[in-house]
């Protein structure tokens, strides 16, 4: 028989505990706990835990989102990968993504580049190149903004 129940729990330190499904492994549900300090306060994490805030739907154009990874990716990187990062976006991927916004890039989009990349340079670059425009697209979707690319490489 199987359980039925809102999976919010008060711990014998008096936290509520949540439990959240987030997915399957092996025929057995994964959760995913979260702590409140009243039930009222643990019933809404868990409601914004099941229905993740929606994406910006707002027209953002590519080169914004990159110079945005850039100045983030500054604070992380050393000197020589930050500077090889920064090269790369301004001579290979800010100009071919120039006009496009970042809602509007697609795994045809993509392709196109690759393969404009692929007749001028070697796979090593090609591949370093497809790495960091991977990178700013999560960094755009982590950021609310939407893209229809699937996957990269």
């Not at 700013?136 to 982590?142: A, T």
Request: hydrophobic share 35%; with cysteine.
């Amino acid at each position: 028989m199987t359980r039925k129940g809102e999976n919010i729990f008060k711990r014998k330190d008096g936290r509520w505990e949540i439990r959240v499904p987030i997915g399957r492994k092996e025929g057995k549900t994964r959760y995913k706990f979260l702590y409140a300090d009243s039930y009222a306060e643990a019933k809404q994490k868990k409601l914004t835990a099941l229905n993740p805030v929606e994406k910006k739907e707002t027209a953002v154009p590519f080169p914004l989102v990159a110079e945005e990874f850039l100045k983030k990716a500054r604070l992380s990187l050393k000197e020589s990968s930050y500077s090889r990062y920064h090269r790369l976006i301004l001579s290979h991927i800010t100009p071919f993504f120039k006009e496009t916004l970042f809602c509007d890039l697609n795994n045809f989009t993509v392709s196109a580049f690759s393969l404009a990349l692929s007749e001028k340079h070697s796979p090593k670059t090609v591949f370093c190149i497809l790495i960091l425009l991977k990178e700013i697209i999560r960094f755009g979707e982590k950021n609310g903004f939407r893209c229809d690319v699937k996957e990269i490489v």
